[in-house]
């Protein structure tokens, strides 16, 4: 029997936050029949893949807060018919503030859900705004409080940071809040200004100025320190959590294991092979979602994924065969103090952090070099 995770995209939103380039809809009246062609798509996966065992599951979006709880119900039993979810598998669904109903959150429980990732971006209203999110504080709080009421104990927060006019003490407050509400896990992630995004035309016109690199690069160190004072330990670049509370499905693609997604967009990777599902929702729910981007892996190209992947890791490179080959182009980023070992792994230092991108580009071009 082999494993691979699960990813379930449900594409749509009530509104699209200003920042957003993600394939997401608010044609919400659209739900009932995405669900179905959902369904259709599992069950068909199901037919051709052997009795698949699957180590985490998570329903991303868009919001798939959205779903009416039958309709959350239909798509699990669909994937419990098909596969074999593990008995102490993690199962996440994402949610926004002021969309997680009691009725929503007791059939997730039902279904087995047992961690819950909901986008609060920001704490402060001024913030809110100009990412367009459409919640505010008192939903924020309201969902925290439910989710504690209905006993899911692992729940994550997303914020964001390096923010038009965000203060470090604005996103200190932001990270205070989310620890008092009851948060195991933050995900913290700097703002990447996307061509086409309604924010982009905002800051183009002059309306709001980004930071600086050199202030978000601050920003992120000041973060990064102040987690680690609340308890928040860093396993990777963006993400913080109380020990033992890592996101395992995240950990499946940032350590290149095998996942299957289902739906509008979704991206799939086994062994070798990765394919992606149509981006157009008419297509996929009139069933043409044959995968329409599919590409084979050279041994070549997972290595350097496996560097970029690895190095977003606090744990870093544990790859052997890799570590050998990269031998003599790791040692000048060690002796700069860019680089460290960690027992038999090899990861990033505060300083190399800062400059990811830069060593990421030096250790490709070693394994270009090797013949």
Request: net charge negative; with cysteine; charged share 25%.
């Amino acid at each position: 029997m082999s494993d691979a995770s699960v990813y379930v995209h449900i594409p749509f939103c009530k509104s699209r936050c200003a920042y957003c380039d993600f394939t997401s809809f608010t044609s919400i009246g659209m739900i009932s029949d995405y669900t179905s062609a959902l369904i259709r798509e599992i069950k068909k996966a199901s037919e051709t893949q052997s009795r698949l065992r699957v180590p985490t599951v998570f329903i991303g979006g868009g919001t798939p807060s959205l779903l009416l709880p039958e309709q959350l119900i239909q798509i699990f039993e669909a994937l419990r018919s098909g596969f074999e979810i593990d008995e102490n598998a993690e199962i996440t669904i994402e949610a926004n503030p002021g969309t997680l109903s009691e009725s929503f959150l007791k059939a997730a429980k039902d279904c087995g859900v047992n961690r819950i990732s909901m986008g609060v971006q920001a704490w402060q209203p001024r913030l809110l705004e100009i990412l367009g999110r459409i919640h505010r504080q008192k939903e924020v709080t309201e969902s925290a409080d439910l989710l504690s009421k209905l006993g899911f104990d692992n729940w994550n927060a997303d914020l964001m940071m390096g923010l038009p006019t965000q203060t470090t003490d604005e996103l200190f407050e932001s990270i205070d809040v989310m620890k008092t509400l009851g948060a195991k896990h933050l995900s913290c992630y700097s703002l990447i200004l996307e061509d086409g995004t309604r924010l982009f035309g905002d800051v183009r016109s002059g309306k709001y100025r980004m930071q600086t690199d050199e202030q978000d690069r601050e920003m992120y160190r000041s973060m990064t320190e102040y987690m680690g004072k609340l308890g928040y330990h860093q396993y990777e670049i963006s993400n913080f959590a109380y020990p033992d509370m890592e996101c395992r499905h995240n950990l499946i693609y940032w350590r290149r294991k095998p996942y299957i997604g289902f739906g509008c967009a979704a991206a799939s990777q086994v062994g070798n092979r990765r394919y992606k599902n149509t981006a157009s929702l008419a297509d996929y729910i009139s069933g043409v979602s044959a995968h329409c981007e599919e590409e084979t892996i050279s041994v070549r190209e997972a290595e350097k994924e496996t560097v970029m992947l690895s190095l977003r890791l606090r744990e870093g490179i544990t790859d052997e065969k890799l570590l050998k080959k990269l031998a003599p182009y790791t040692k000048p980023l060690t002796d700069g103090g860019f680089m460290e070992h960690s027992g038999k792994a090899l990861r990033l230092t505060k300083t190399g952090m800062d400059v990811m991108d830069e060593i990421i580009v030096r250790l490709w071009e070693g394994l270009d070099a090797i013949s």
